[in-house]
C-alpha cells in the first residue's frame, strides 16, 4: 500500500522559509514523477513543483527562483524549500505521486498526502 506522508508545514511571517518533507512508504519513491500540489481556500488545487526519476523539475511560474523541490535517497524523503514566502503562498500543501511523466494535472496523480498546512502572515 502507498502512503505518502507530509510535514514541515506551519505559521511564518511573509519573506520566511519553511521546508515541507514528504515521506513515501511502499513502491512510492520509486515512482516516475513526485511533485507538490497546494490548495487555498476557495481556490482549485495548483500544481507547485515536480521531480522526476532524471532529476528534472518543473515550477509553476509563481514559485520559480523561490521554491526548491529535490529528492534524498538515503533518507527516501521528498522536500520542498521554500523561501521569499508570500501571503499568498498560504495554502495546504499536498505531496503527490505517479509512476508517469510529470505533469501539473491533479487528476493524473494516484497517490496523494493528507497534506500540511502552510501560513504566510503580512
Known amino acids: 500500500q502507498v502512503q505518502l506522508v507530509e510535514s514541515g508545514g506551519g505559521s511564518v511571517q511573509a519573506g520566511g522559509f519553511l521546508r515541507l518533507s514528504c515521506a513515501p512508504s511502499?513502491?512510492?519513491?520509486?515512482?516516475?514523477?513526485m511533485g507538490w500540489f497546494r490548495q487555498a481556500p476557495g481556490r482549485e488545487r495548483e500544481g507547485v513543483a515536480f521531480?522526476?526519476?532524471?532529476?528534472?523539475?518543473d515550477y509553476a511560474d509563481s514559485v520559480k527562483g523561490r521554491f526548491t523541490i529535490s529528492k534524498d535517497n538515503a533518507k527516501n524523503t521528498l522536500y520542498l524549500q521554500m523561501n521569499s514566502l508570500k501571503v499568498e503562498d498560504t495554502a495546504m500543501y499536498y505531496c503527490?505521486?505517479?509512476?508517469?511523466?510529470?505533469?501539473?494535472?491533479?487528476?493524473?496523480?494516484?497517490?496523494w498526502g493528507q497534506g500540511t498546512q502552510v501560513a504566510v502572515s503580512s
Open positions: 521531480l522526476d526519476t532524471y532529476g528534472r523539475a
Open positions: 511502499g513502491y512510492a519513491y520509486s515512482m516516475y514523477c
Open positions: 503527490a505521486a505517479r509512476d508517469s511523466y510529470c505533469t501539473r494535472a491533479q487528476s493524473a496523480y494516484k497517490y
